[in-house]
T-cell receptor, first 115, second 111 residues
Framework: DTEVTQTPKHLVMGMTNKKSLKCEQHMGHRAMYWYKQKAKKPPELMFVYSYEKLSINESVPSRFSPECPNSSLLNLHLHALQPEDSALYLC??????????????FGDGTRLSIL | SQKIEQNSEALNIQEGKTATLTCNYT??????LQWYRQDPGRGPVFLLL?????KEKRKERLKVTFDTTLKQSLFHITASQPADSATYLC??????????FGQGTELSVKP
């Protein structure tokens, strides 16, 4: 079992739907991350939150909207997605942001399919 | 631009042998480098970290080296087992506050 919990595990949605991905950790970590991973490719960073504030946005389209309601929770709100957005969405956390080499703890992801 | 290259082909080895995976990077000097393991349908799992002032790091059957002159890290698994079969990702740290993952090497250990 991973210490970072992501829900749902699978999500199928139409291009006009609005849905949210949820991520939770109870390790007291103050940095949280969203990654996107396509098949046979490495994880690509989307967003970084540090102490509940957005610190990095990797020029992600506005149809992806992150939210960090508290230090344990991270959401990714989805709206008007495109078929090419189908991927595995991974959440990760670390004790602090990565300057000192802290390892990242990953959840097992949400497999998203856009019809 | 910053570039990371891992063994482009899948690596197939016999049980009991040593697996050696390569990670080369160009156009930057990471302060540290991490290695992760990823199984199909799962998130990556952290294995080891090595800093720029360290030549070698070990953990049980795993060994990582870091050559900042060659801009290369090698990841070794000794006495490999079928359970070691997975994709291994190297991730040098970018001073912009993020890890950049290599494309990964798929390791298959045959009994």
């Amino acid at each position: 079992d991973t210490e970072v919990t992501q829900t749902p595990k699978h999500l199928v949605m139409g291009m006009t739907n609005k849905k949210s991905l949820k991520c939770e950790q109870h390790m007291g970590h103050r940095a949280m991350y969203w990654y996107k991973q396509k098949a046979k490719k490495p994880p690509e960073l989307m967003f970084v939150y540090s102490y509940e504030k957005l610190s990095i946005n990797e020029s992600v389209p506005s149809r992806f909207s992150p939210e960090c309601p508290n230090s344990s929770l991270l959401n990714l709100h989805l709206h008007a997605l495109q078929p090419e957005d189908s991927a595995l969405y991974l959440c990760a956390s670390s004790q602090e942001v990565l300057t000192r080499g802290q390892p990242q703890h990953f959840g097992d992801g949400t497999r998203l399919s856009i019809l | 631009s910053q570039k990371i290259e891992q063994n482009s082909e899948a690596l197939n080895i016999q049980e009991g042998k040593t697996a050696t995976l390569t990670c080369n990077y160009t156009n930057y000097s990471p302060a540290y480098l991490q290695w992760y393991r990823q199984d199909p349908g799962r998130g990556p799992v952290f294995l080891l970290l090595i800093r720029e002032n360290e030549k070698e790091k070990r953990k049980e059957r795993l060994k990582v080296t870091f050559d900042t002159t060659l801009k290369q890290s090698l990841f070794h698994i000794t006495a490999s087992q079928p359970a070691d079969s997975a994709t291994y990702l190297c991730a040098p740290y970018n001073q912009g506050g993020k890890l950049i993952f290599g494309q990964g090497t798929e390791l298959s250990v045959k009994p």
